[in-house]
């Protein structure tokens, strides 16, 4: 399992996702799992949902909640 902490990230643009998305094919090749950690209120966020990626990845507000 890959945890992604975007706390202290303030943006991610479009390169930005591509490697994320790379990664998560690289992982989900060899079974493993990527999770996102996003404030609520965050551009980071925003982004992963207007670009509907909140639909293919667990998000949580807290390392603690995603490592559960």
Known sequence: ???FNFSATPFVDTSGLGEIVACTKRARERHGTIKFVVPRKS????VIVI????????????????IT
Not at 43 to 46: F, L, Y
Not at 51 to 66: H, Q, S, V
């Open 1 to 3: 399992m890959f945890i």
């Open 43 to 46: 551009k980071v966020r925003d």
């Open 51 to 66: 670009t509907m990626l909140d639909r293919a990845f667990e998000m949580f507000t807290d390392e603690e909640e995603a």
